[in-house]
């Protein structure tokens, strides 16, 4: 299948683009690995406030039922999303819980944002909420319980 043409994953004013790969390296290649590809396309982005912020296109790639994305390429882009929102915050993560409320069918070849926010943090047990909408249609929320790397 051919590459789709560009998409647009421009962030709102205020947002100031933030280099994922450079923070936590190649574990980001499964979602946002291939900016031109079929599959995902992603661009992060933080507020004012430090908060992680993403605009994401879910391509042909990642359909499920007709016309839509599949649960599981929503949940793998909130996974990447909300651990990565605990890095920016500077807590070296992997996830140790995800959970995902499907709210509505996601239509492929849509720009949607997701916006995350670490809520809470109490020893090596970070808590992170996310919602991956467009508009005022909300498709997703999560939320990630994510654990401290020692020594990291």
Sequence with gaps: MPPTPSVDLSGEAGWLPFDAPSL???????????PDGNRFRVRYYRDEEKHLHARIWFGPETGGPPGHAHGGAVSAVMDEALGLAAWAAGYPIVVGNLNVSFRAMLPLEKVVT????????????IMVHGRLFCGETIYAEG??????IPGR
């Design 143 to 148: 939320e990630c319980l994510c654990i401290t």
């Design 24 to 34: 936590v390296g190649e574990s980001l290649r499964f979602v946002s690995g291939e």
């Design 114 to 125: 997701l916006e995350s926010r670490v809520v809470s943090a109490q020893g090596r047990k």
